[in-house]
């Protein structure tokens, strides 16, 4: 045989895939897939969407992307994103861990501020959720640090031994906290004498929302009334919801008002208030007297649908990252002004 041959022979030889390329290549592709399902479900966790979205929405969207836009079949790249709902779970939690310890670590070395905030959930489960604030980078950063269930009350003592507790498993030193603002855990001066403890502006604020003069207790107390008498019997719920379409009405319910959290109490007599005319003409038939107290302190309960609006509204410019103790005082500033011009106008 010639040598061009046995050239023939090599070129074709080479131009062969090697072994190692072959799995090489393989590997790539599957690390590009895990990678992949990684960010999708780091998408997912902060949307705040179910798991379950990955395998029911987001696959089948990649999948009719890559068909018809690309056109070139799909399987073969959907097959190495795994997002089943239990996947999901493992990734996010695996993140969310690894992202934990990370911020236990900077803590461990950087003073911060904390944040406490307990309530009880509809279980009558009571919850510990405890922010961390710090500056990294010359930014201000706010973070989780901790969600966990309170075994007994919700008692400052209880509160501070829960947080002690976490401090110690993860080495985190008491020392490092600058201040901490709570609706009251004093256990804490004793192993921070030098902290900084504040209350919480707008727990503050819920307490005087409590104590109201006699004559506006009264006008809350006949709207709570009224929308207890509707929304406590299913026949009537559902006559006042027909009756609130044949109105036109924006809306056909009312909305319950608890003393959990102040949103409630603002938006439960703002959408009252909006549906006023219906619950007089509902209540004609039901409960005249109610009908009648309700006529008598309209002006009242308008007067307090305002009130709450502008708590309402104060209590959102209160919350978020980008705020500080000037914009803060702004802001309650502001709101005191406010508060004189309805006291003036109530007199």
């Known amino acids: 045989m010639d040598l061009f041959h046995f050239q023939t022979i090599e070129k074709k030889f080479l131009k062969e895939p090697a072994l190692v390329n072959m799995f090489s290549t393989t590997l790539k592709q599957d690390d590009d897939g895990l990678r992949a399902s990684?960010?999708?479900?780091?998408?997912?966790?902060?949307?705040?969407?179910?798991?379950?979205?990955?395998?029911?929405?987001?696959?089948?969207?990649?999948?009719e992307?890559?068909?018809?836009?690309?056109?070139?079949?799909?399987?073969?790249?959907?097959?190495?994103?795994?997002?089943?709902?239990?996947?999901?779970?493992?990734?996010?939690?695996?993140?969310?861990q690894s992202v934990k310890e990370l911020l236990c670590e900077f803590?461990?070395?950087?003073?911060?501020?904390?944040?406490?905030?307990?309530?009880?959930?509809?279980?009558?489960?009571?919850?510990?959720?405890?922010?961390?604030?710090?500056v990294k980078e010359e930014k201000i950063c706010q973070e989780l640090l901790l969600a966990k269930n309170l075994m007994t009350d919700t008692q400052g003592e209880s509160i501070y031994h829960t947080l002690e507790e976490f401090f110690k498993e993860k080495e985190i030193p008491m020392c490092n906290i600058l201040s901490v603002a709570t609706d009251g855990a004093p256990a804490m001066k004793k192993t921070v004498p030098n902290v900084l403890a504040v209350h919480c502006?707008?727990?503050?604020?819920?307490?005087?929302?409590?104590?109201?003069?006699?004559?506006?207790?009264?006008?809350?107390?006949?709207?709570?009334?009224?929308?207890?008498k509707i929304k406590n019997n299913s026949l009537n719920d559902r006559l006042f919801r027909l009756l609130c379409t044949e109105n036109d009405e924006d809306s056909n319910q009312l909305l319950f008002q608890t003393e959990v959290r102040w949103l409630s109490?603002?938006?439960?007599?703002?959408?009252?208030?909006?549906?006023?005319?219906?619950?007089?003409?509902?209540?004609?038939?039901?409960?005249?007297?109610?009908r009648s107290n309700l006529i008598n302190y309209r002006s009242d309960i308008a007067y307090l649908t305002d009130l709450f609006k502008k708590f309402n509204e104060t209590n959102l410019q209160l919350q978020g990252d980008d705020l500080n103790l000037m914009k803060t005082k702004n802001i309650i500033s502001a709101f005191l002004l406010k508060l004189l011009m309805y006291k003036r106008n109530l007199g």
Do not use: W
């Open 38 to 63: 990684y960010n999708i479900s780091l998408l997912i966790a902060n949307s705040g969407k179910p798991h379950t979205i990955g395998e029911e929405l987001i696959l089948p969207a990649i999948n």
């Open 107 to 134: 803590l461990e070395a950087t003073k911060f501020s904390i944040q406490l905030d307990e309530s009880t959930l509809p279980g009558n489960e009571a919850l510990l959720l405890v922010y961390v604030r710090f």
């Open 201 to 228: 502006v707008i727990h503050l604020q819920h307490l005087v929302n409590t104590n109201l003069s006699e004559r506006l207790h009264k006008s809350l107390h006949y709207v709570i009334s009224a929308i207890n």
């Open 265 to 290: 109490k603002g938006a439960c007599l703002d959408r009252f208030y909006k549906l006023f005319d219906s619950v007089l003409e509902f209540l004609k038939t039901k409960d005249d007297i109610l």
């Open 65 to 96: 992307v890559i068909n018809t836009v690309l056109d070139k079949p799909a399987f073969d790249n959907i097959k190495k994103i795994p997002l089943s709902n239990n996947t999901e779970q493992r990734r996010i939690d695996e993140m969310a």
